[in-house]
């Protein structure tokens, strides 16, 4: 997993390791007044702060010196180790020249006293960050994919020049709505088909439908009854006594689609959505996560057990919303709800869908509505009837039709969240690039 990096706009994302609560207090104290960063996670050990390194995938990860169990300069350099893209800040009562010089061989960008102010946080923060965008920026430019040179398998020079691969950080996305019919499903599968047609990204998603009462996505893949019948579920998870402990024992419980996504799809028979349990959610998601990159989760419209676990362990939350003030105030009563649930509302991302211009509701109104509630915009996808008729043929719009207005949404949602179109940035529609900028 290397790095991501986040995008104008975007908060950086921290998480901090100390055994001292009133330290970690600080950074929430700090973060929570910040414009610049947010605590996303935080770890009391060291073992704790690399594997929250691995699941949350920050990009800042802010750690003590001495840990119940590690020294910092031990989790900075597993952490290097196992998710290089992840910067580390080391932190210390009384921090020296000696220990900054090691610190800086063993993989620290930067070290900081304990009692460091929020404005000094927010600069160290910001400069690592910034640093290591240069640096990759740097890289991608001395190192392309292709060495220049002849060669009988070299491609002619008036060939599209060749994109170099990247990889991402690890994404856990949810795709809800508290209201049913608002296309979640449909931008899920879009989504999805960006992701596996991409050459630039490097990632192997799975598809996971736990709208277990009215799942569509195997529909919307093209798969009939017989091939669920045939293929395996999230309610056939429930009948294993352990989960697969593989990779190869992983894809013989799932469902390949010939687009190279991999699905499970929601049961036949509501009447086993029973056996979606938390538990079973919390197992299927243990190990498709050690596995696939990214895991896209169509939940249902309830919050039972198996949605709250989906949007809790979710990196992302993706609000699929239409125009019309029932989704919105559906919308509304979801935000005085989900801290109690533990789903912050900073990871909650509102992809307005079927927007047309002549809307009484229009997006500029939407927005500024989303923002009041802490919602943050990610594109508005624009009417068009191709999507649903693609749908009904068990096909991807976004494969279709990929010059359509509708993929150039999609394409700007997949580059919000990794920046992977830095040649082919979708073009502004209506005047809303002007006004919120990178969306």
């Known amino acids: 997993m290397a790095l991501y990096l986040p995008g104008l706009g975007d908060y950086i994302r921290v998480v901090a390791a100390d055994d001292n609560q009133e330290f970690i207090n600080r950074v929430l104290l700090h973060a929570s007044a910040s414009t610049v960063f947010r605590l996303v996670g935080q770890a009391a050990t060291g073992r704790d702060a690399i594997h929250k390194a691995e699941q949350l995938a920050p990009h800042v990860l802010i750690v003590s010196r001495y840990l119940p169990d590690m020294v910092g300069l031990e989790v ?8 290089p893209g992840v910067q580390v800040i080391l932190v210390d009562e009384c921090p020296d020249v000696p220990l900054a010089v090691e610190a800086q061989g063993r993989g620290v960008r930067r070290v900081l006293p304990k009692s ?10 910001r400069e690592v960050v910034e640093t290591a965008r240069r640096e990759l920026e740097e890289a991608a430019r001395r190192f392309p994919l292709f060495a220049p040179g002849r060669h009988p398998l070299a491609p002619p020079k008036t060939e599209e020049p060749r994109l170099q691969v990247v990889t991402v950080g690890r994404e856990t996305i949810a795709f809800y709505h508290p209201k049913g019919g608002v296309g979640k499903t449909s931008t899920l599968v879009n989504m999805a088909a960006a992701l596996t047609a991409n050459r630039v990204l490097k990632v192997k998603p799975v598809a996971l439908d736990f709208d277990v009462d009215y799942g569509s996505l195997a529909a919307a893949l093209g798969w009939g009854h017989a091939d669920v019948e045939a293929g395996r579920t999230v309610v056939h998870w429930a009948h294993f006594s352990q989960p697969p402990q593989s990779l190869e024992e992983t894809e013989e419980l799932l469902m390949h689609h010939r687009t190279g996504l991999l699905a499970l799809a929601a049961p036949r028979n509501p009447a086993d959505e029973g056996l979606l349990t938390a538990e079973l959610a919390e197992r299927i998601l243990d190990t498709v996560q050690r596995f696939y990159d990214p895991v896209l989760i169509d939940c249902t419209i309830d919050l039972r057990d198996s949605t709250i676990i989906a ?15 029932l989704a919105i105030d559906r ?6 709800k989900q801290e109690s649930l533990g789903i912050p509302p900073h990871k909650c991302f509102v992809v307005l869908n079927r927007t047309r211009n002549n809307a009484v509701f229009s997006v ?13 915009f990610l594109e508005a996808l624009p009417y068009d009837p191709g999507v649903e008729d693609a749908m009904n043929r068990g096909q991807a719009y976004f494969l279709e039709n990929p010059r359509s207005e509708y993929a150039a949404g999609i394409r700007s949602i997949v580059h919000g969240i ?8 979708p073009a502004r529609r209506g005047g809303l690039g002007s006004l919120f900028g990178r969306r």
């Open 76 to 83: 900075a350099e597993q952490v290097g180790r196992r998710v």
């Open 331 to 336: 919308l509304t009563k979801f935000r005085e």
């Open 116 to 125: 460091v102010s929020r404005e000094e946080l927010e600069q160290a923060v």
């Open 364 to 376: 500029r109104d939407a927005v500024d509505y989303l923002a009041k509630l802490g919602y943050t």
């Open 311 to 325: 949007l809790q362990r979710a990196s992302r939350v993706i609000l699929v919303s239409t125009l019309d003030y």
């Open 418 to 425: 990794w920046r992977v179109y830095p040649e082919d940035r």
